[in-house]
């Protein structure tokens, strides 16, 4: 039995130091878009897409990735949902190269004028910023980064 396992304890030694690299999940800041046929502006119609020019890195802590977790950093920047969940206009999309092709935001937010229930309401009417939240996982780039359009 010993010389069996003599032969076989090299061959599981060299197996183990090949296949972590398969297995293990890359880490990075993000993927360019365009690498894989994506864009760097969203599509708002028309021919029309506004810049994707904030990007909140995949290596960030994994409580601000999360829906829960940007919304409420998100709060504290004086942004919140729609008012009373209610949505006025279309969802715009984006291709972030991540092998998903163009899909609607993950979430809107709109300033809240310092009201976190109801002052999105005003921003609907009279104006204001707002922003949209893409997120990289496809299958050909799984980042978990945070596009803001």
Request: glycine share 14%.
């Amino acid at each position: 039995m010993q010389p069996t396992l003599i032969r076989v304890i090299p061959v599981l030694c060299i197996l183990q130091g090949a296949f972590p690299l398969l297995l293990q999940k890359r880490a990075v800041d993000y993927f360019n878009p365009t690498t894989n046929g994506g864009s760097l502006l969203d599509n708002a119609g028309g021919g029309l897409g506004e810049p994707l020019n904030v990007i909140i890195s995949g290596l960030s802590s994994s409580g601000v990735l999360s829906d829960d977790g940007f919304l409420n950093f998100a709060k504290a920047i004086g942004f919140s949902t729609e008012c009373l969940g209610i949505h006025i206009g279309d969802p715009q999309s984006a291709n972030l190269g991540d092998g998903n092709g163009w899909v609607n935001q993950t979430v809107e937010l709109r300033q809240d004028y310092g009201d976190p229930n109801l002052g999105t309401c005003l921003e609907s009417l009279i104006g204001g910023n707002h922003l949209r939240v893409f997120r990289q996982n496809g299958p050909l780039a799984d980042s978990g980064a945070l596009f803001l359009a």
